[in-house]
């Protein structure tokens, strides 16, 4: 059971409350962690039969709700069990190489997650939001929790992977969403989707964010 649920809540309570929806977890696993969040379900966390659901954004949707966007590459990465807490956690160490929305004044950068399916057991996780070393992405992510760390908007959804399927050849962008189950306001309905690639350069991307960024300057 969570050791300290205030702790639990006031930690990951910026995140889930920024995205507008929470992640997927396991009620078998992490079902304390749906009576602790029961007071974000009006906002962002949705609990269903199937555990938290998430509601899905777009790219215009993370460009207007993040804090800060960046083009950075995976440096580091460490899990971590956090027993006060009953969760894994991950830090990962980024190398900004450019800042699209609010530019923090530092080449590197740590961020957060709390993984999507814990095994409190055998204290595994999976989470459809992953990072490798040397991987390179554009970030979504919302300002800082209570212990001075960002996380990615939305989990999954707010992490752009930028990929070569041969060196030289055009930049491939995609989403993988697998993992998340998606929760439809207006129908009720759940919903699943894996990867989804994106039918742009990255140059297409940094141009239409900025416009949504000017967008929102504008307002």
Request: proline share 2%.
């Amino acid at each position: 059971m969570v050791a300290n649920t205030e702790a639990f809540f006031q930690r990951w309570n910026g995140a889930f409350y920024i995205t507008g929806g929470g992640a997927f977890m396991t009620l078998k696993k992490l079902f304390y962690h749906i009576i602790v969040c029961v007071g974000l379900t009006m906002t962002c966390l949705i609990p269903t039969a199937y555990g938290l659901t998430m509601i899905e954004m777009g790219i215009e949707e993370l460009a207007l709700r993040a804090d800060c966007i960046v083009l950075a590459r995976c440096i580091a990465k460490r899990d971590v069990w956090d027993p006060y807490v009953a969760s894994v956690e991950t830090f990962v160490t980024l190398h900004v190489d450019e800042y699209w929305k609010n530019h923090l004044g530092t080449e590197e950068l740590t961020i957060r997650h709390i993984n999507n399916y814990i095994d409190i057991e055998e204290q595994d996780a999976y989470d459809g939001l992953t990072f490798l070393p040397d991987e390179e992405a554009v970030l979504f992510l919302t300002g800082k929790d209570p212990e001075g760390y960002r996380h990615v908007l939305g989990l999954a959804q707010g992490k752009i992977l930028i990929t070569q399927e041969e060196p030289g050849t055009a930049n491939r962008l995609s989403r993988d969403l697998d993992g998340i189950i998606f929760h439809d306001l207006e129908t009720g309905k759940l919903y699943q989707k894996k990867e989804e690639v994106m039918h742009m350069s990255l140059d297409e991307l940094r141009q239409s964010i900025s416009g949504f960024v000017l967008k929102e300057r504008l307002r």
